[in-house]
């Protein structure tokens, strides 16, 4: 099965570089262009998560497709660092810590990074069980998800950060039923 993940286009909070998983912001002007100005692989199914700047880009990229909002697909819950960028947080010392850790820290106040990936891998494993007679599915979702299933999924084996992906960007893959390998990126 072809799968393309594509992360949503920009919000102002994404050009203000703060951590919005939660929070649910609609695309910003700039990131409505950009959207317009790129060409995305046809696919015959868009899951997106229930987010409005994921559905917002879905109905931008496949005006002719109704996207399906699927829960669990969305970004982590930040907690403490919801809604902040690096300069509000650079005298956390919890933040300190959670940088040097390589971001595996669990969130103060939010989501365990252990909790929110299983959480996406299981939706995503949910929608291509249910939607397996699709030839081609597009995922409209956040940075973090497509990270969480690659993470899981692709050979060869990879780290989380290496998955990281723009707004506007993401990856064309072929899911096997158990692993995901990467053709290329958008």
């Known amino acids: 099965m072809k799968i393309i993940f594509i992360r949503h286009g920009k919000t102002a909070g994404n050009l203000e570089k703060r951590y919005i998983g939660k929070t649910d912001e609609p ?13 995305y692989p046809d696919c015959e199914l868009v899951i997106a998560s229930p987010k409005k700047r994921c559905l917002e880009t879905a ?19 930040f907690g403490d660092f919801e809604g902040k960028n690096f300069a509000e947080l ?16 669990n969130f103060p106040g939010g989501e365990a990074v252990g909790d929110f990936k299983e959480r996406c891998t299981a939706a995503f494993e949910e929608a291509v069980e249910k939607y397996r007679e699709c030839g081609a599915i597009s995922f409209v979702v956040h940075g973090g998800t497509i990270m969480s299933v690659l993470e899981k999924y692709a050979v060869p084996k990879k780290d989380y ?11 064309v893959t072929f899911f096997d039923g158990e692993k995901i390998i990467v053709s290329e990126q958008i």
Not at 27 to 33: A, F, N, T
């Open 27 to 39: 695309l910003c002007s700039e990131g409505i262009s950009e959207l317009g100005g790129k060409k």
């Open 59 to 77: 109905k931008i990229i496949y005006p002719d497709l109704k996207p399906v909002a699927l829960r669990g697909l969305e970004e982590c819950d």
């Open 90 to 105: 650079e005298g956390d010392s919890y933040y300190q810590k959670w940088l040097r850790s390589g971001g595996k820290l």
């Open 161 to 171: 950060y290496d998955f990281q992906v723009k707004n506007a960007c993401g990856y």
